[in-house]
Protein backbone atom coordinates (compact mmCIF):
# COMPACT_ATOMS: atom_id res chain seq x y z
CA UNK A 1 0.00 0.00 0.00
CA UNK A 2 1.08 3.51 -0.89
CA UNK A 3 1.53 5.04 2.68
CA UNK A 4 2.23 9.16 3.20
CA UNK A 5 4.38 9.79 6.08
CA UNK A 6 4.00 13.34 8.39
CA UNK A 7 7.13 15.31 7.71
CA UNK A 8 8.34 15.22 11.28
CA UNK A 9 9.03 11.29 10.94
CA UNK A 10 12.28 9.99 9.78
CA UNK A 11 12.67 8.71 6.68
CA UNK A 12 15.87 7.99 4.96
CA UNK A 13 14.70 8.43 1.29
CA UNK A 14 13.34 11.93 2.00
CA UNK A 15 14.03 15.04 3.86
CA UNK A 16 12.07 15.40 7.67
CA UNK A 17 11.87 19.36 7.56
CA UNK A 18 9.30 19.20 10.65
CA UNK A 19 7.80 22.05 8.10
CA UNK A 20 10.62 24.40 9.44
CA UNK A 21 13.18 26.03 7.42
CA UNK A 22 15.90 25.02 8.86
CA UNK A 23 15.31 21.45 8.33
CA UNK A 24 14.45 22.02 4.91
CA UNK A 25 17.81 19.78 3.95
CA UNK A 26 17.98 17.72 6.20
CA UNK A 27 18.28 14.21 5.68
CA UNK A 28 18.48 11.37 8.36
CA UNK A 29 20.34 8.45 7.67
CA UNK A 30 18.06 5.73 8.75
CA UNK A 31 13.90 5.50 8.77
CA UNK A 32 12.24 6.03 12.09
CA UNK A 33 11.29 2.17 13.65
CA UNK A 34 7.77 2.74 12.99
CA UNK A 35 8.60 3.59 9.32
CA UNK A 36 10.76 0.62 9.11
CA UNK A 37 8.48 -1.50 10.59
CA UNK A 38 5.58 -0.52 8.00
CA UNK A 39 8.43 -1.08 4.63
CA UNK A 40 9.04 -4.63 6.32
CA UNK A 41 5.50 -5.42 5.64
CA UNK A 42 5.18 -4.23 1.94
CA UNK A 43 4.26 -0.70 2.12
CA UNK A 44 5.39 1.88 -0.12
CA UNK A 45 6.25 5.23 1.11
CA UNK A 46 4.00 7.68 -1.17
CA UNK A 47 6.05 10.09 0.15
CA UNK A 48 6.23 13.26 2.98
CA UNK A 49 2.93 15.33 3.77
CA UNK A 50 3.02 19.01 5.03
CA UNK A 51 2.31 19.67 8.84
CA UNK A 52 1.79 23.05 11.01
CA UNK A 53 5.33 24.22 11.96
CA UNK A 54 7.38 21.69 14.27
CA UNK A 55 3.41 20.49 14.74
CA UNK A 56 2.86 22.94 17.37
CA UNK A 57 -0.62 24.67 15.64
CA UNK A 58 -4.14 22.93 14.79
CA UNK A 59 -4.81 24.60 11.31
CA UNK A 60 -1.19 23.10 9.05
CA UNK A 61 -1.54 26.73 7.70
CA UNK A 62 2.14 26.54 7.44
CA UNK A 63 3.64 30.04 7.13
CA UNK A 64 7.48 28.28 5.37
CA UNK A 65 5.85 25.66 3.39
CA UNK A 66 2.48 27.16 2.67
CA UNK A 67 -1.33 26.17 4.37
CA UNK A 68 -2.71 22.79 3.63
CA UNK A 69 -5.91 23.27 2.38
CA UNK A 70 -9.05 21.13 3.48
CA UNK A 71 -10.46 18.87 0.71
CA UNK A 72 -14.24 19.65 1.50
CA UNK A 73 -13.63 23.27 1.11
CA UNK A 74 -10.10 24.89 0.01
CA UNK A 75 -10.89 28.09 2.18
CA UNK A 76 -10.64 26.25 5.37
CA UNK A 77 -8.30 24.51 7.16
CA UNK A 78 -7.82 20.82 7.44
CA UNK A 79 -6.65 20.37 11.11
CA UNK A 80 -3.26 19.91 12.30
CA UNK A 81 -0.51 19.59 12.61
CA UNK A 82 -1.12 16.50 10.89
CA UNK A 83 -2.80 18.27 8.16
CA UNK A 84 -1.33 16.77 5.27
CA UNK A 85 -1.76 13.25 5.75
CA UNK A 86 -5.07 13.98 6.30
CA UNK A 87 -5.68 15.53 3.03
CA UNK A 88 -3.73 12.65 1.46
CA UNK A 89 -6.22 10.08 2.68
CA UNK A 90 -9.08 11.85 2.46
CA UNK A 91 -8.32 12.94 -1.10
CA UNK A 92 -8.21 9.55 -2.07
CA UNK A 93 -4.44 9.52 -3.11
CA UNK A 94 -3.44 6.94 -0.18
CA UNK A 95 -6.24 4.32 1.63
CA UNK A 96 -3.67 5.58 5.18
CA UNK A 97 -1.24 7.18 6.42
CA UNK A 98 1.07 8.10 9.09
CA UNK A 99 0.29 10.97 11.80
CA UNK A 100 1.63 12.05 14.87
CA UNK A 101 -0.54 13.32 17.86
CA UNK A 102 0.54 15.48 20.78
CA UNK A 103 -2.13 17.16 21.46
CA UNK A 104 -4.82 16.35 18.94
CA UNK A 105 -2.89 16.31 15.85
CA UNK A 106 -4.07 13.53 14.46
CA UNK A 107 -7.78 13.59 15.58
CA UNK A 108 -8.50 16.98 14.80
CA UNK A 109 -7.13 16.55 11.21
CA UNK A 110 -9.19 13.42 10.85
CA UNK A 111 -12.30 14.99 11.97
CA UNK A 112 -12.16 18.16 9.62
CA UNK A 113 -10.85 16.14 6.61
CA UNK A 114 -14.06 13.59 7.03
CA UNK A 115 -11.86 10.61 7.78
CA UNK A 116 -10.86 8.57 10.55
CA UNK A 117 -8.02 8.79 13.27
CA UNK A 118 -6.74 6.36 15.82
CA UNK A 119 -4.26 8.18 18.82
CA UNK A 120 -3.51 4.28 20.08
CA UNK A 121 -2.44 4.06 24.21
CA UNK A 122 0.77 6.54 25.08
CA UNK A 123 3.82 4.07 24.09
CA UNK A 124 1.94 1.27 21.69
CA UNK A 125 4.20 2.82 19.11
CA UNK A 126 7.71 4.05 19.30
CA UNK A 127 8.09 7.55 18.50
CA UNK A 128 11.95 7.21 18.35
CA UNK A 129 13.14 8.84 15.22
CA UNK A 130 10.18 11.54 15.24
CA UNK A 131 10.51 14.95 15.93
CA UNK A 132 9.35 15.48 19.15
CA UNK A 133 7.84 17.71 21.51
CA UNK A 134 6.92 15.54 24.65
CA UNK A 135 7.66 12.05 25.45
CA UNK A 136 4.67 12.38 28.00
CA UNK A 137 2.72 12.76 25.30
CA UNK A 138 3.83 12.33 21.30
CA UNK A 139 2.35 9.34 19.85
CA UNK A 140 2.30 8.36 16.02
CA UNK A 141 -0.81 6.49 14.80
CA UNK A 142 -2.74 6.13 11.44
CA UNK A 143 -5.48 8.19 9.72
CA UNK A 144 -7.31 6.39 7.27
CA UNK A 145 -10.85 6.17 5.47
CA UNK A 146 -11.68 3.08 7.50
CA UNK A 147 -11.65 1.19 10.58
CA UNK A 148 -10.68 -1.93 9.26
CA UNK A 149 -7.32 -0.14 7.47
CA UNK A 150 -6.44 1.15 11.39
CA UNK A 151 -6.90 -1.62 12.59
CA UNK A 152 -4.09 -3.42 9.84
CA UNK A 153 -2.01 -0.57 10.34
CA UNK A 154 -2.38 -1.21 14.41
CA UNK A 155 -1.46 -4.85 13.67
CA UNK A 156 2.03 -4.16 11.72
CA UNK A 157 3.31 -1.63 13.80
CA UNK A 158 2.54 -3.30 17.15
CA UNK A 159 2.87 -7.06 15.91
CA UNK A 160 -0.87 -7.47 17.52
CA UNK A 161 -2.54 -10.11 15.10
CA UNK A 162 -5.15 -11.36 17.14
CA UNK A 163 -8.33 -11.85 15.29
CA UNK A 164 -10.51 -8.38 15.41
CA UNK A 165 -14.02 -9.17 15.12
CA UNK A 166 -16.80 -6.14 15.20
CA UNK A 167 -18.41 -6.04 18.70
CA UNK A 168 -21.84 -6.05 18.68
CA UNK A 169 -23.32 -2.74 19.67
CA UNK A 170 -26.17 -4.35 21.16
CA UNK A 171 -25.44 -3.43 25.21
CA UNK A 172 -22.58 -1.68 24.67
CA UNK A 173 -22.78 1.38 27.26
CA UNK A 174 -21.07 4.63 25.94
CA UNK A 175 -20.60 7.70 28.51
CA UNK A 176 -21.74 10.73 27.92
CA UNK A 177 -19.99 13.73 30.31
CA UNK A 178 -22.11 16.88 28.82
CA UNK A 179 -20.91 19.62 31.57
CA UNK A 180 -17.79 19.60 29.80
CA UNK A 181 -17.38 17.85 25.88
CA UNK A 182 -20.86 19.28 25.00
CA UNK A 183 -20.90 22.91 26.39
CA UNK A 184 -20.65 25.79 23.96
CA UNK A 185 -20.93 23.78 20.83
CA UNK A 186 -21.20 25.51 17.44
CA UNK A 187 -25.14 24.29 16.50
CA UNK A 188 -23.97 22.46 13.37
CA UNK A 189 -21.93 20.77 15.63
CA UNK A 190 -23.97 20.12 17.76
CA UNK A 191 -27.11 19.04 15.42
CA UNK A 192 -24.66 16.46 13.64
CA UNK A 193 -23.68 15.33 17.09
CA UNK A 194 -26.81 14.46 18.91
CA UNK A 195 -27.68 12.94 15.07
CA UNK A 196 -24.82 10.77 15.30
CA UNK A 197 -25.58 9.50 18.84
CA UNK A 198 -29.23 8.99 17.53
CA UNK A 199 -27.61 6.44 14.80
CA UNK A 200 -25.27 4.94 18.06
CA UNK A 201 -28.26 4.10 19.62
CA UNK A 202 -30.46 2.89 16.91
CA UNK A 203 -27.57 0.31 16.44
CA UNK A 204 -28.11 -1.14 19.97
CA UNK A 205 -25.78 0.91 21.86
CA UNK A 206 -26.62 2.55 25.26
CA UNK A 207 -26.12 5.96 25.85
CA UNK A 208 -25.25 6.79 29.85
CA UNK A 209 -25.24 9.90 31.10
CA UNK A 210 -22.16 10.02 33.50
CA UNK A 211 -20.11 12.90 35.39
CA UNK A 212 -16.46 13.47 35.80
CA UNK A 213 -15.62 15.62 38.46
CA UNK A 214 -12.33 17.87 38.47
CA UNK A 215 -11.30 17.53 34.95
CA UNK A 216 -10.54 21.02 33.94
CA UNK A 217 -8.70 21.92 37.02
CA UNK A 218 -6.78 18.88 35.89
CA UNK A 219 -6.36 19.45 32.49
CA UNK A 220 -5.28 23.44 32.82
CA UNK A 221 -2.46 22.23 35.07
CA UNK A 222 -1.08 19.57 32.93
CA UNK A 223 -1.75 19.71 29.47
CA UNK A 224 0.30 22.94 28.31
CA UNK A 225 2.53 23.22 30.93
CA UNK A 226 4.42 19.68 29.86
CA UNK A 227 4.38 20.53 26.22
CA UNK A 228 6.15 23.57 26.42
CA UNK A 229 8.78 22.52 29.26
CA UNK A 230 9.42 19.39 27.42
CA UNK A 231 9.96 20.69 23.80
CA UNK A 232 12.79 22.71 25.24
CA UNK A 233 15.07 19.48 25.69
CA UNK A 234 13.46 16.60 23.66
CA UNK A 235 13.93 18.76 20.45
CA UNK A 236 18.10 19.49 21.07
CA UNK A 237 17.84 16.14 22.03
CA UNK A 238 16.64 14.80 18.40
CA UNK A 239 19.03 17.81 16.98
CA UNK A 240 22.13 16.61 18.56
CA UNK A 241 20.95 12.34 18.23
CA UNK A 242 20.78 12.96 14.42
CA UNK A 243 23.82 14.48 13.61
CA UNK A 244 22.04 17.92 11.76
CA UNK A 245 24.33 20.07 12.88
CA UNK A 246 21.80 22.58 13.90
CA UNK A 247 21.37 23.59 17.50
CA UNK A 248 17.38 24.19 18.66
CA UNK A 249 18.23 28.40 18.89
CA UNK A 250 19.21 28.00 15.37
CA UNK A 251 16.00 26.47 14.29
CA UNK A 252 13.75 28.92 16.25
CA UNK A 253 15.61 32.16 14.51
CA UNK A 254 14.59 30.52 11.14
CA UNK A 255 11.30 29.65 12.11
CA UNK A 256 8.41 31.31 11.33
CA UNK A 257 7.01 34.42 12.53
CA UNK A 258 3.81 32.40 14.19
CA UNK A 259 6.20 29.98 15.62
CA UNK A 260 8.87 32.60 16.98
CA UNK A 261 6.29 34.56 18.61
CA UNK A 262 4.99 31.50 20.50
CA UNK A 263 7.89 29.99 21.77
CA UNK A 264 8.89 33.52 22.80
CA UNK A 265 5.82 33.27 24.82
CA UNK A 266 5.79 30.07 26.26
CA UNK A 267 9.01 28.06 25.53
CA UNK A 268 11.93 30.15 25.88
CA UNK A 269 13.55 30.34 29.84
CA UNK A 270 12.87 33.88 28.96
CA UNK A 271 8.98 33.50 27.66
CA UNK A 272 6.47 35.06 30.16
CA UNK A 273 4.18 31.80 30.61
CA UNK A 274 7.99 29.65 30.94
CA UNK A 275 7.11 26.52 33.33
CA UNK A 276 10.25 26.46 35.71
CA UNK A 277 11.42 23.10 37.12
CA UNK A 278 10.07 23.14 40.54
CA UNK A 279 6.37 23.88 38.68
CA UNK A 280 6.85 21.32 35.86
CA UNK A 281 7.81 19.18 38.60
CA UNK A 282 4.46 19.13 40.75
CA UNK A 283 2.74 18.91 37.00
CA UNK A 284 4.92 15.14 36.41
CA UNK A 285 4.84 14.08 39.96
CA UNK A 286 1.14 15.33 41.16
CA UNK A 287 -1.38 16.27 39.10
CA UNK A 288 -0.72 14.33 35.70
CA UNK A 289 -1.16 11.13 37.78
CA UNK A 290 -4.16 12.38 39.60
CA UNK A 291 -5.46 13.03 36.07
CA UNK A 292 -4.39 9.39 34.93
CA UNK A 293 -5.77 7.88 37.56
CA UNK A 294 -9.31 9.59 37.44
CA UNK A 295 -9.69 7.93 34.29
CA UNK A 296 -8.82 4.50 35.10
CA UNK A 297 -11.78 5.36 38.04
CA UNK A 298 -13.41 6.64 35.75
CA UNK A 299 -14.04 3.88 33.34
CA UNK A 300 -14.09 1.76 36.25
CA UNK A 301 -17.02 3.62 38.07
CA UNK A 302 -19.23 3.96 35.10
CA UNK A 303 -18.39 0.64 33.14
CA UNK A 304 -18.85 2.24 29.32
CA UNK A 305 -16.58 0.71 27.36
CA UNK A 306 -15.81 4.38 25.83
CA UNK A 307 -17.05 8.05 26.46
CA UNK A 308 -18.10 9.86 23.02
CA UNK A 309 -17.97 13.09 22.62
CA UNK A 310 -17.38 15.69 19.30
CA UNK A 311 -13.99 16.44 18.26
CA UNK A 312 -13.98 19.83 18.19
CA UNK A 313 -16.57 22.95 19.46
CA UNK A 314 -16.81 23.76 15.47
CA UNK A 315 -16.30 23.11 12.01
CA UNK A 316 -12.93 23.70 9.98
CA UNK A 317 -12.83 27.81 10.21
CA UNK A 318 -11.56 29.55 7.72
CA UNK A 319 -7.84 29.69 6.54
CA UNK A 320 -6.74 33.05 8.64
CA UNK A 321 -9.28 32.70 11.48
CA UNK A 322 -6.84 31.29 13.72
CA UNK A 323 -7.02 33.95 16.98
CA UNK A 324 -10.72 33.48 17.51
CA UNK A 325 -14.11 32.02 16.09
CA UNK A 326 -17.78 32.92 16.61
CA UNK A 327 -20.08 30.23 18.23
CA UNK A 328 -23.72 31.54 18.58
CA UNK A 329 -22.89 35.46 18.41
CA UNK A 330 -19.77 35.20 20.67
CA UNK A 331 -16.13 35.26 20.12
CA UNK A 332 -14.26 32.10 21.22
CA UNK A 333 -10.61 31.65 21.68
CA UNK A 334 -9.16 29.80 18.88
CA UNK A 335 -7.52 27.30 21.20
CA UNK A 336 -10.51 26.71 23.05
CA UNK A 337 -12.35 25.60 20.45
CA UNK A 338 -10.14 23.19 18.96
CA UNK A 339 -8.27 22.10 22.16
CA UNK A 340 -10.48 21.95 24.86
CA UNK A 341 -12.04 18.51 23.82
CA UNK A 342 -9.30 16.72 22.68
CA UNK A 343 -6.46 17.56 25.78
CA UNK A 344 -7.91 15.08 27.89
CA UNK A 345 -7.49 11.99 25.68
CA UNK A 346 -3.67 12.90 25.01
CA UNK A 347 -3.03 14.36 28.63
CA UNK A 348 -4.32 11.01 30.37
CA UNK A 349 -2.23 8.54 27.45
CA UNK A 350 -5.83 6.82 27.10
CA UNK A 351 -6.68 5.61 23.27
CA UNK A 352 -9.25 7.91 21.07
CA UNK A 353 -10.57 7.12 17.69
CA UNK A 354 -12.13 9.73 16.15
CA UNK A 355 -15.13 9.14 13.20
CA UNK A 356 -17.06 10.92 10.69
CA UNK A 357 -20.76 12.00 12.15
CA UNK A 358 -22.31 13.98 9.25
CA UNK A 359 -21.56 17.11 7.06
CA UNK A 360 -23.03 20.39 8.03
CA UNK A 361 -25.31 22.00 5.64
CA UNK A 362 -22.27 24.15 4.35
CA UNK A 363 -20.64 20.73 2.99
CA UNK A 364 -18.37 20.30 6.27
CA UNK A 365 -17.16 17.77 7.81
CA UNK A 366 -17.97 16.96 11.71
CA UNK A 367 -16.43 14.34 13.79
CA UNK A 368 -16.96 12.52 16.98
CA UNK A 369 -14.30 10.73 19.28
CA UNK A 370 -14.40 7.54 21.14
CA UNK A 371 -11.91 7.80 24.24
CA UNK A 372 -11.44 3.90 25.80
CA UNK A 373 -9.45 2.83 29.01
CA UNK A 374 -5.80 2.69 28.62
CA UNK A 375 -4.33 -0.11 26.92
CA UNK A 376 -7.71 -1.43 25.55
CA UNK A 377 -6.29 -0.49 21.74
CA UNK A 378 -7.81 -3.80 20.20
CA UNK A 379 -11.13 -3.70 21.99
CA UNK A 380 -11.80 -0.13 21.08
CA UNK A 381 -10.93 -1.06 17.30
CA UNK A 382 -13.00 -4.01 17.29
CA UNK A 383 -15.82 -1.41 18.64
CA UNK A 384 -15.06 1.00 15.99
CA UNK A 385 -16.11 -1.59 13.42
CA UNK A 386 -19.43 -1.48 14.75
CA UNK A 387 -19.76 1.93 15.24
CA UNK A 388 -18.62 3.13 12.19
CA UNK A 389 -21.27 0.88 10.57
CA UNK A 390 -23.63 2.01 12.22
CA UNK A 391 -22.38 5.67 11.62
CA UNK A 392 -22.03 5.29 8.30
CA UNK A 393 -19.51 7.05 5.35
CA UNK A 394 -19.21 10.37 3.91
CA UNK A 395 -19.41 10.93 0.47
CA UNK A 396 -15.99 11.60 -0.53
CA UNK A 397 -14.94 15.39 -1.38
CA UNK A 398 -15.75 16.99 -4.55
CA UNK A 399 -12.34 17.65 -6.36
Given at each position: ????VK ?7 YP ?7 L???R?A?DA???K ?5 G???L???N????S??W ?8 A????Y??K?I ?10 A???HM???G ?15 C???GF ?9 H??V ?11 QA????D ?8 A??WH?L ?6 S?RL ?6 W ?6 E????T ?7 Q ?6 VET???G?Q?L ?6 Q ?14 K??G ?5 D?V?K????D ?15 F??E????A?R??H?P?L ?7 FART ?8 V??V??PLIG ?8 D ?5 W??M???IS?C?T????G ?5 G??TA????A???D ?5 D ?5 L ?5 H???ALP????
Open positions: LPIPDSVNTKDTTAGTPARHFPEPLVALRTDAIMGKTLHELFGTSNNLAFGVHNPDPRPGGSSGGTAVVAAAPLVAEDTRGSIRVPAAMGISRPTIGRYSTGVPISPLFDQLGPRTVSLALFDSVVTDPQATPLKVGIVRDYFVDLDPVERLGLALQRLDGGAELEFPLPIDRTSLVITHDVLTAFPQYLEYNGLTFEVQSSAIQDLFQNYVLPSAPNVSSAYAVDTLARRAFKDYGVAAMVYPTMPPEEVTVIIRQKVSFTAGRNPSAGVPLVLPALTGLPVIEFAPAHARALLAGLSLEALGPPNI
